[in-house]
């Protein structure tokens, strides 16, 4: 054999021993796996290993029983309360209990450890106060099939929980966060919403509400989502402003009870909060087609800041903790709609054709292939490139330009005279794909500190702090070259 051919098989050799190697470590990290999934599986203490088909609990107390039943309404299942009181549940509270019961797995068994490995359990189950238990949760599916898990006394040592399932003579302990869970009372498993829905499920939303301040001309007003925005529609009145629609939606979505103030909405209970004569009524209509309606009162007696909700049908007084949903709901309708003087969706915008007094430019955006990007360039009245950040600040500032009032819904163009706007100071129009307009701006020249903005497809007129439009620019010359940002 030659020194090669010897070294070549050394080579082979060490190159088989490092595989076997590798091969080794990778079967032991699988066992360890195996293992650990296997312990884990021992050391479950129910069987229940999924929500879907949890059809009740029944959860003993020392106070009290509680059970749930879970049903379904329309496309969603949701949870009932039947004893001790007939309401519905929290879904996020049940769901959360159940939730800890499929992770929940012992830490240690209690009893004899015997020579074959495995543990005798104690025969005197009252040492760990689980003959009886303090507290049992039962869980049973659809099939009929169930569970019940006794939880005892907590141990004086790491603070563990003794558990049992019945039926089984194992005593386990676990950690002490199932106590948290079994340790409920009647308002944390009720459902505490004021309204059964989220915000994205709200389509329309009709408002009455009593003034409490001078100047609320109109004491109702209707918001309707369509093709995806709001507008305000009662009165008619145009766009409404995004942000505080959703803030208002919010506000009604997000209002829980933070006391129950009666089960039943009688007559004495009802003078009592104020919703007797309620500071503001809600209509809410869903997506799907449902109407709620929802009455709120501020404390009548102004003692304490309390707002009182109270849903139509047979629905708890709550008391709720938002204390500002009726300030929120209290505002003139003119103050709900969109300021912006114009709308358009920045990314889409192409072209932009600009012109003040005696200036004006084209912008036009085009795609860099070798770079992969979107550049401007000027095509009048010159043909360069120009920086792209001033043309971005001159579209956000196109597009967040708001007035201060509306003072004009739909105005013929026969009377943009009134305004100015017959002969507007500065045009912008807003181009995107195939030259379709995106939108067309006009602001008309300062007269008496006021200027005036035009959304030329609609009509509509808003006052103008002229200073938010003084140093929009038609000048070429404000649009650098690149080269010449460079060189400065």
Excluded: C
Aim: net charge negative; hydrophobic share 40%.
């Amino acid at each position: 054999m030659t020194l090669v051919q010897r070294r070549l098989l050394s080579l082979m050799m060490l190159v088989g021993l490092a595989f076997a190697g590798a091969g080794l470590v990778y079967w032991q990290q699988q066992k360890g796996e195996r293992d650990v999934e296997a312990k884990q599986a021992a050391d479950k203490l129910l069987a229940l290993d999924n929500l879907a088909p949890v059809a009740m609990i029944t959860l003993v107390t020392p106070h009290t029983t509680f059970e749930l039943h879970r049903r379904t309404e329309g496309n969603e299942r949701v949870w009932r309360l039947t004893a001790p009181l007939e309401t519905s549940a929290d879904r996020v509270v049940v769901d959360g209990i159940l939730e800890h019961l499929i992770g929940l797995r012992r830490t240690r068994e209690v009893g004899e450890p015997q020579p074959d490995g495995s543990i005798t359990p104690p025969a005197d189950l009252k040492l760990f106060e689980l003959d009886p238990a303090p507290f049992r949760i039962t869980v049973t599916l659809d099939d009929g099939s169930h569970e019940t898990l006794e939880v005892g006394k907590k141990s004086s040592f790491d603070g563990s929980i003794f558990v049992r399932v019945t039926g089984k003579p194992t005593i386990s302990l676990v950690p002490g966060a199932l106590f948290y869970q079994v340790d409920q009372e009647l308002f944390k498993l009720r459902d505490k919403k004021l309204v059964p829905f989220e915000t994205n499920d709200m389509q329309k939303l009709s408002v009455q509400y009593s003034p409490d301040r001078k100047g609320l001309e109109h004491y109702h007003y209707t918001l309707t989502k369509v093709d995806g925005s709001w507008s305000v529609t009662e009165p008619e009145l145009g766009p409404a402003d995004e942000g505080l629609v959703l803030g208002i939606l919010g506000g009604l979505a997000g209002a829980r009870a933070k006391h129950f103030e009666a089960e039943h909405a009688t007559l004495p209970v009802l003078e009592k909060t104020g919703l007797a004569k309620p500071s503001a009524t809600v209509e809410i209509t869903t997506t799907a087609g449902d109407l709620v309606t929802v009455t709120l009162a501020q404390d009548p007696n102004q003692s304490l800041a309390s707002t009182f909700g109270l849903r139509s049908g047979a629905f708890p007084v709550l008391e709720l903790n938002s204390e500002g949903l009726v300030k929120k709901l209290r505002v003139r309708a003119d103050e709900l709609l969109d300021k912006r003087v114009v709308r358009f969706e920045r990314n889409a915008v192409l072209e932009i054709r600009m012109s003040r007094g005696e200036q004006s430019l084209t912008l036009v955006k085009e795609r860099d292939i070798e770079k992969g990007l979107d550049t401007w360039k000027l095509t009048t009245p010159e043909a360069r490139p120009v920086e792209d950040p001033p043309v971005a600040g001159l579209l956000y500032r196109l597009g967040n330009l708001k007035g201060v009032q509306v003072v004009a819904q739909a105005l013929p163009e026969a009377e943009r005279n009134k305004f100015g706007l017959d002969k507007p100071e500065l045009t912008a129009t807003l181009l995107g794909e195939a030259q379709k307009v995106l939108a067309t701006l006009m602001v008309s020249a300062a007269k008496d500190g006021v200027r005036y903005g035009l959304d030329v497809a609609s009509g509509r007129v808003l006052s103008i702090v002229p200073q938010n439009v003084d140093d929009l620019s038609a000048n070429p010359a404000d649009y650098r070259e690149p080269a010449a940002a460079a060189k400065e």
